[in-house]
């Protein structure tokens, strides 16, 4: 059974930073690429960044430079390190991994994390 499990949301004051986690469990997490999403109420999934099994990342324009996502294969994590938050950064952020099985890609979503940019 394929598991997402975010952790390290919070409330945090504009330019500060936060390290979100991401647990992943059921699936051979070393095979595949992990993103992170964000959403806020009235608009839709956002593309935040993603890391291929490889190591390989890509980001958004809108966190290019301030956030970085990376894995860490021995413990099936996935962690975005968020700096230079602001206001707009506030969402709900979604771990995400698809997995392949039988022919079909199945997407899997975490519950995800709430984050506050306030001061």
């Known amino acids: 059974q394929v598991r997402l499990v975010e952790s390290g949301g919070g409330l945090v004051q504009p330019g500060g930073s936060l390290r979100l986690s991401c647990a992943a469990s059921?699936?051979?997490?070393?095979?595949?690429?992990m993103a992170w999403y964000r959403q806020v109420p009235g608009k839709e999934r956002e593309l935040v960044a993603t890391?291929?099994?490889?190591?390989?990342?890509n980001y958004a324009d809108f966190v290019t430079g301030r956030f970085t996502i990376s894995r860490d294969h021995a413990k099936n994590t996935v962690v975005l390190q968020m700096n230079s938050l602001t206001p707009e950064d506030t969402a709900v952020y979604y771990c995400?991994?698809?997995?392949?099985?039988?022919?079909?890609?199945?997407?899997?979503w975490g519950q995800g994390t709430q984050v506050t940019v306030s001061s």
């Open positions: 995400k991994a698809d997995v392949s099985s039988r022919g079909v890609i199945w997407a899997y």
């Open positions: 059921g699936f051979g997490f070393t095979r595949y690429t």
């Open positions: 890391v291929t099994s490889g190591g390989n990342t």
